[in-house]
């Protein structure tokens, strides 16, 4: 990931974080930009082409959709879905799916210790963003990634 594209991504989900854990909103103004951005980002710039990004960033936000959908719209908010696509053109290829799978272990850790700790409502709605973010960041800093730089750092 370039220095651009990692810059792009830090601030969007740090703020979309930011506002959905304050007023479980990600605001349009910061999210479609940031799409429109990392589009057009991908467009000059894209190690594994074009395509590769953009099918793998729909992938995980029409998994979000088609989830939400079964849920009647109780699941994921249309904010959560957008920030999804960011994710997916972000990281691209399995990043985004990581991301999306890590965030829904990490957001199902926390409810079911709500519910275990404090006897929260396991249906109660949570703040997707944070998770997400959380998620992308394991994946980015995943061993495939860590292990061999420390050994390239050390050698």
């Known amino acids: 990931m370039n220095v651009l594209v990692l810059l792009l991504f830090l601030a969007v989900m740090a703020w979309t974080s930011f506002t959905d854990i304050r007023s479980r909103i990600i605001p ?3 999210i479609f930009p940031a799409i429109a951005i990392i589009i057009i980002i991908r467009l000059f710039h894209h190690p594994f082409g074009f395509a590769y990004y953009f099918a793998w960033g729909l992938l995980p936000a029409v998994l979000m959709l088609v989830a939400s959908l079964l849920t009647k719209l109780k699941g994921f908010g249309a904010g959560d879905i957008k920030l999804m696509l960011f994710i997916g053109l972000a990281l691209g290829g399995f990043g985004g799916f ?13 409810n079911s210790a709500r519910f275990v700790l404090f006897k929260k409502n396991m249906m109660e709605s949570v703040r997707v963003a944070p998770f997400l973010f959380a998620g992308s960041l394991l994946w980015y800093l995943s061993p495939m990634w860590l292990v061999p730089l420390v050994e390239r750092i050390f050698e």
């Open 98 to 110: 990581a991301a999306f799978v890590l965030g829904g272990m990490l957001s199902f850790l926390y």
């Open 28 to 30: 349009n103004a910061v």
